[in-house]
């Protein structure tokens, strides 16, 4: 059943991203070069996200009329097809951030609704007791970090291949480490993943917001289903997706003290600075090395996750201040440099 999952989604999502041009022109989801964030060549699909989801959906469908016992298939059925419709929707209108919080807050309270087993009796922790919490704190625990954790794949969204990576990686994790539903499902979504990748990185799709917030939600989901089992350490989970989610914290607490809005897109995140340092293509590499090492590291030694965490944190921040450190003195030599040049000139003319 999960290599048929495999193979269908794969191939149907192979198929949608071959005819991506068609598609997008009939939901009108074509992302149009403006510069700054937007500097990609030509009009090209968003609809990466709509090849990955509109499969997997449908084998989620599938699955549920066959008589899967589950209730995770019904809960991300419901909750990933209405949540890929808000991306569509953002794609070609652009909702506003507080309406799309809102609405992910909603999703995820509905998916414990159709899913009451993903309340999970107790937090697991490789290095530290279970912590025990009662169902509405959990509840409201899970919602925030949905919501920041869907946002903050959303934000590091700016390089071709970079996120699609991420996922891949975390499908990655989920198929060898889960196991029931968790690991079926993650099964039929790493081969779309992986063909989007492959599409992604030659410019010829992006995922757009159905793609990040749709599968975002997705892993969010089946990262707080496998706390109820213990298969998977919280620790080793924050670590997977620590990367975008300390970029976001970072990003909005910069922007906060500067007195910016943090939910206006900017080029102050973390692929941006590796971008203007490395450039593009070598900034991906960087990225994505660090996310398959530290979750490679965290899932084979749960024990080292805290640490991990912390070596991660110290490092993102530290590169970024050290970079705008070494930027500002650039800004501050540079007016000395260019009044030092006409009296050079001058000492260096013939009297």
């Given at each position: 059943?999960?290599?048929?999952?495999l193979a269908t989604t794969t191939a149907a999502t192979a198929?949608?991203?071959?005819?991506?041009?068609?598609?997008?022109?009939?939901?009108?989801?074509?992302?149009?070069?403006?510069?700054?964030?937007?500097?990609?060549?030509?009009?090209?699909?968003?609809?990466?996200?709509?090849?990955?989801?509109l499969p997997v959906v449908a084998w989620l469908f599938a699955a549920w009329l066959l008589g899967s016992?589950?209730?995770?298939?019904?809960?991300?059925?419901?909750?990933?097809?209405?949540?890929?419709?808000?991306?569509?929707?953002?794609?070609?209108?652009?909702?506003?951030?507080?309406?799309?919080?809102?609405?992910?807050?909603?999703?995820?309270?509905?998916?414990?609704?159709?899913?009451?087993?993903?309340?999970?009796?107790?937090?697991?922790?490789?290095?530290?007791?279970?912590?025990?919490?009662?169902?509405?704190?959990?509840?409201?625990?899970?919602?925030?970090?949905?919501?920041?954790?869907?946002?903050?794949?959303?934000?590091?969204?700016?390089?071709?291949?970079?996120?699609?990576?991420?996922?891949?990686?975390?499908?990655?994790?989920?198929?060898?480490?889960?196991?029931?539903?968790?690991?079926?499902?993650?099964?039929?979504?790493?081969?779309?993943?992986?063909?989007?990748?492959?599409?992604?990185?030659?410019?010829?799709?992006?995922?757009?917001?159905?793609?990040?917030?749709?599968?975002?939600?997705?892993?969010?989901?089946?990262?707080?289903?496998?706390?109820?089992?213990?298969?998977?350490?919280?620790?080793?989970?924050?670590?997977?997706?620590?990367?975008?989610?300390?970029?976001?914290?970072?990003?909005?607490?910069?922007?906060?003290?500067?007195?910016?809005?943090?939910?206006?897109?900017?080029?102050?995140?973390?692929?941006?600075?590796?971008?203007?340092?490395?450039?593009?293509?070598?900034?991906?590499?960087?990225?994505?090395?660090?996310?398959?090492?530290?979750?490679?590291?965290?899932?084979?030694?749960?024990?080292?996750?805290?640490?991990?965490?912390?070596?991660?944190?110290?490092?993102?921040?530290?590169?970024?201040?050290?970079?705008?450190?070494?930027?500002?003195?650039?800004?501050?030599?540079?007016?000395?440099?260019?009044?030092?040049?006409?009296?050079?000139?001058?000492?260096?003319?013939?009297?």
């Open positions: 059943m999960n290599d048929f999952a198929l949608l991203c071959w005819f991506a041009r068609p598609i997008a022109d009939r939901l009108h989801v074509f992302d149009y070069p403006r510069g700054g964030r937007k500097a990609h060549a030509s009009p090209t699909p968003q609809t990466g996200g709509f090849a990955i989801l016992a589950d209730p995770l298939y019904r809960a991300l059925l419901l909750c990933g097809a209405g949540l890929g419709i808000l991306g569509v929707m953002d794609d070609q209108s652009h909702l506003s951030a507080n309406g799309r919080l809102m609405l992910l807050a909603v999703f995820t309270l509905m998916a414990f609704a159709l899913d009451p087993r993903l309340i999970a009796p107790a937090i697991p922790w490789a290095s530290f007791p279970a912590t025990t919490l009662s169902a509405p704190l959990f509840m409201a625990g899970a919602v925030l970090a949905t919501a920041g954790f869907v946002s903050s794949v959303n934000m590091a969204d700016g390089i071709d291949g970079l996120v699609p990576a991420a996922l891949l990686i975390w499908c990655a994790g989920f198929d060898l480490f889960a196991d029931g539903a968790v690991r079926a499902i993650s099964l039929a979504l790493t081969g779309p993943v992986a063909v989007v990748l492959v599409f992604n990185l030659r410019g010829m799709v992006f995922l757009g917001d159905c793609g990040t917030f749709g599968i975002g939600f997705l892993m969010a989901v089946l990262a707080i289903a496998t706390l109820r089992t213990g298969r998977i350490a919280a620790e080793t989970l924050l670590v997977w997706f620590a990367m975008p989610v300390i970029d976001c914290l970072r990003v909005i607490a910069a922007r906060l003290l500067r007195r910016r809005s943090p939910l206006k897109g900017g080029k102050d995140h973390f692929h941006h600075i590796l971008a203007d340092v490395f450039g593009r293509r070598r900034a991906f590499y960087v990225y994505v090395v660090t996310i398959f090492s530290t979750s490679a590291l965290a899932a084979f030694f749960p024990r080292s996750s805290f640490y991990i965490l912390l070596m991660l944190t110290a490092t993102c921040v530290g590169f970024v201040t050290a970079r705008r450190v070494l930027f500002e003195r650039m800004k501050l030599a540079a007016p000395q440099q260019r009044a030092a040049r006409p009296l050079a000139r001058s000492k260096a003319a013939p009297s």
